[in-house]
């Protein structure tokens, strides 16, 4: 019987195969994001987005991730303030507003997404549903993200042929 410990060595083995980099969690939190020394990746937290603006934000995210042929856009709803997403398993005061989120993902359309996804959020902790209706707007907007491209002959990747 495979334990868990031979699945994630196997795993490993295959992607490090592939050029891909599997690294072990090293704790050192900045916001709800967590930084490894080993990537190229940082949080940017609330207070950043609030200082330089989201135009700026957007602006060094679109130069760092330009060159790339595939990106994936991951989105923890809890990364909003609990005004807009009370019903997450961690809410945290002092986050974004749905409107910052929104206006973030429009400046981001020139990448080439792949893929994209929207976590934590939890219905049973969601009174009046207004995660839920702040989670649907972020998606939509995602869903808009791709059909600008489609509409711009661009490729989105998502649908496995780029047409």
Same mark, same amino acid.
């Not at 060159?67 to 709803?77: A, C, E, P, R, T």
């Not at 929207?118 to 907007?141: H, N, Q, R, Y």
């Given at each position: 019987?495979?334990?868990?410990?031979?699945?994630?060595?196997?795993?490993?083995?295959?992607?490090g195969?592939?050029?891909?980099?599997?690294?072990?969690?090293?704790?050192?939190?900045?916001?709800?994001?967590?930084?490894?020394?080993?990537?190229?990746?940082?949080?940017?937290?609330?207070?950043?987005?609030?200082?330089?603006?989201?135009?700026?934000?957007?602006?060094?995210?679109?130069d760092?991730? !330009?060159g790339?042929?595939?990106?994936? =856009?991951?989105?923890?709803? #809890? +990364? *909003?303030?609990?005004?807009? /997403?009370?019903?997450?398993?961690?809410?945290?005061a002092?986050?974004? !507003?749905?409107?910052?989120?929104?206006? =973030?993902?429009?400046r981001? #359309? +020139? *990448?080439?997404?792949?893929? /994209?996804?929207?976590?934590?959020?939890?219905?049973?902790?969601?009174?009046?549903?207004?995660?839920?209706?702040?989670?649907?707007?972020?998606?939509?907007?995602?869903?808009?993200?791709?059909?600008?491209?489609?509409?711009?002959?661009?490729?989105?990747?998502?649908?496995?042929a780029?047409?």
């Amino acid at each position: 019987m495979l334990t868990f410990q031979d699945l994630i060595l196997k795993l490993q083995s295959y992607w490090g195969g592939k050029g891909c980099a599997l690294l072990q969690p090293y704790d050192m939190e900045v916001g709800a994001g967590t930084f490894h020394t080993a990537t190229f990746l940082r949080a940017i937290g609330p207070e950043e987005l609030e200082s330089r603006g989201v135009g700026a934000v957007a602006d060094e995210l679109l130069d760092r991730f !330009s060159g790339l042929s595939h990106v994936y =856009l991951s989105i923890d709803i #809890d +990364a *909003l303030d609990p005004a807009y /997403a009370p019903g997450t398993g961690i809410p945290d005061a002092g986050g974004l !507003s749905p409107r910052q989120v929104i206006t =973030l993902i429009r400046r981001l #359309d +020139a *990448l080439p997404f792949v893929g /994209a996804d929207l976590v934590e959020v939890a219905p049973p902790l969601d009174s009046g549903e207004i995660t839920s209706f702040a989670a649907l707007k972020i998606i939509m907007e995602i869903f808009g993200l791709v059909l600008r491209r489609k509409r711009q002959g661009l490729s989105t990747h998502l649908n496995g042929a780029g047409r």
